[in-house]
């Protein structure tokens, strides 16, 4: 039986910001797909109290291009500023990974945060252990900056956190209304403001989507996005991993609640707009205020037409029948 070796990886960035607020972000778990560009979609699957407050989660992230999931142990400890986690589905070919991420004062606007891995190995990974450990670097580095970008806006992160849901009821079967919501890559045979949809998925379940939207003046863009598809739970979660113009990270979420008479439909949108793009994008003189209008009188109208559409889907199997 090969031997076990440990690596111990450690990424560091300071910040402008107080502790307890960069504390504050690393801890909200629920939220990392929005503050970690890593991150597609984090669910809590218990919540108890033992060393401390602690919570099992269920994570999606993207890993070297590939979406991989794991279940992770969290404890916090709010008095010393540390988050300590544990996988126990682990990234081959790792025996196990853990680790703790910190948060240091260096003054009262001012901090240090640390993010460790203690990694395990059998000695005849060496290859394979390399390639992880720079995945895992390069990750960590992404996710820091990310969120010293979030965290370093503390005092206006309220006005650049945008969240907001859509709903339509629905007089038609659930089935047809994920179908609909599934078959995004028709959608721009439906929707007059997407112009074409390349799909593909990796994984079942697992849709990795790249659609060209209209923009200003005529012109297109492309936004990219990773879609976790949970069928018996009637959800769509999704995650932009190249965002629209103004928007600095979006996810959200379709989901679908069933009764006698029909369905539910609801669209949730989270996201964390970028400040220097507001000019540029609505021009000279604008603010948070109107980016926010913007963005949500946008994505709301795109939304509603979208659920007009998986009703219309939905009631026509009824009529027809």
Not at 206 to 230: P, W
Request: hydrophobic share 35%; net charge negative.
């Amino acid at each position: 039986m090969p031997r076990e070796r440990v690596r111990r990886l450690s990424q560091a960035i300071e910040v402008d910001a107080p502790a307890g607020v960069v504390y504050t972000l690393i801890a909200s778990a629920e939220r990392r797909p929005l503050y970690f560009a890593s991150n597609v979609y984090v669910e809590r699957l218990d919540w108890y109290d033992v060393r401390g407050p602690s919570e099992r989660l269920r994570v999606w992230a993207l890993a070297d291009g590939e979406v991989r999931s794991w279940t992770s142990d969290r404890v916090q400890d709010s008095a010393r500023r540390t988050l300590s986690f544990r996988h126990d589905r682990n990234t081959e070919p790792a025996a196990s990974t853990g680790g703790t991420a910190s948060v240091q004062p260096l003054g009262p606007d001012r901090c240090r945060l640390t993010v460790e891995h203690a990694l395990t190995f059998p000695d005849d990974s060496l290859e394979g252990a390399a390639c992880l450990e720079r995945n895992i670097t390069a990750t960590t580095r992404a996710d820091l900056k990310n969120l010293r970008f979030l965290a370093e806006r503390w005092d206006r992160l309220d006005e650049l956190l945008l969240s907001f849901e859509e709903s339509v009821r629905i007089e038609g079967p659930a089935e047809r209304v994920h179908s609909f919501l599934y078959d995004v890559e028709s959608w721009f045979k439906h929707l007059p403001h997407v112009r074409g949809v390349h799909l593909t998925e990796p994984q079942t379940g697992v849709q990795k989507v790249t659609m060209a939207l209209d923009a200003d003046g005529g012109t297109e863009q492309d936004i990219t996005s990773v879609r976790l598809c949970f069928p018996h739970a009637g959800r769509i979660v999704h995650k932009e991993t190249k965002p629209r113009k103004l928007l600095a990270a979006h996810c959200g979420e379709w989901s679908i609640v069933s009764d006698e008479n029909g369905a539910t439909v609801t669209s949730q949108h989270h996201v964390v707009l970028r400040e220097q793009d507001v000019e540029q994008v609505l021009g000279p003189g604008a603010g948070l205020g109107d980016a926010r209008r913007h963005v949500r009188a946008e994505l709301g109208d795109e939304t509603v037409r979208a659920l007009h559409l998986a009703q219309e889907h939905a009631e026509s199997a009824g009529r027809a029948a």
